[in-house]
């Protein structure tokens, strides 16, 4: 099975000339595979502008594209793994290998032995092949073989991953560093910065035993602001 290009994911927009300035909807044309939706030079936008493609993504499978990407770690041997959270079926990891083919999903959407829900940032990739995947809404940890079969998994009883990434990193002799709360939640209302402070690093062994705990580390965020964006 191979995987194919889809269509065009990071554009740049660039000026051009507006052919009809007396249209003030929106026109839609097809580039190949791609829908360019260009506004007209009186809209409020400002200036009409032309989408110019610069990248493009490849499918999981022949005619089925990504749907939102929100982890990719590289593999040893050079292949990815790659966690697709709006797959046609539900949530997805595909290992591809390292000239970009499809060789397998790794487990699949749910709440069993082996499955996930949810994924940001989650995949660690092992010097022995084996892949780490921080599952945010089972809130566990578990290690596949490099074959996707279910070598391991450790229980986390708090809340997992919050704030910038990293969120899950190898740590040495099978072991993972993961972003977890090291402070408990109080019942009072906090600030935005309070509440990303709460989240530290474990070091913790692949079976569940927690190594050592780390602080959160200093971040923007963390800044006194009178709201979220500033």
């Known amino acids: ?20 300035a007396q249209n003030t ?9 791609t829908t360019v939706i260009s506004v007209p030079a009186t809209g409020r936008w400002g200036a009409e502008r032309a989408a110019t493609e610069v990248a493009r993504v ?16 590289t593999l040893p041997d050079g292949g990815v793994v790659v966690f697709d959270a709006m797959g046609a079926n539900g949530a997805v990891a595909w290992v591809l ?32 092949g084996s892949i780490g995947f921080l599952d945010n809404a089972n809130r566990r940890i578990t290690t596949y073989e490099r074959r996707g079969t279910v070598r391991s998994t450790a229980a986390l009883p708090v809340d997992v991953g919050f704030g910038a990434p990293p969120q899950f990193l190898p740590g040495p ?8 709360a090291t402070i408990p939640r109080p019942r009072t209302p906090i600030t935005d910065a309070q509440e990303y402070e709460r989240y530290g690093y474990v070091h913790i062994a692949e079976r569940g035993e927690v190594l050592d705990t780390l602080p959160a580390p200093t971040s923007w965020f963390a800044s006194p602001a009178r709201w979220l964006f500033e």
């Open 97 to 128: 290998d390292a000239s970009g083919r499809l060789e397998r999903q790794l487990g699949r959407d749910g709440s069993g032995p082996g499955e996930y829900r949810s994924c940001f940032d989650c995949f660690a990739s092992n010097i022995d």
């Open 173 to 180: 002799a099978g072991s993972y560093y993961a972003r977890v």
């Open 58 to 73: 490849v499918g999981a499978r022949d005619g089925e594209p990504f749907g939102r990407i929100t982890a990719l770690a």
């Open 25 to 33: 909807g929106p026109r839609r044309s097809m580039r190949g595979d």
């Open 1 to 20: 099975m191979t995987c194919r290009v889809f269509g065009a994911v990071l554009l740049v927009l660039v000026p051009v000339v507006s052919l009809s």
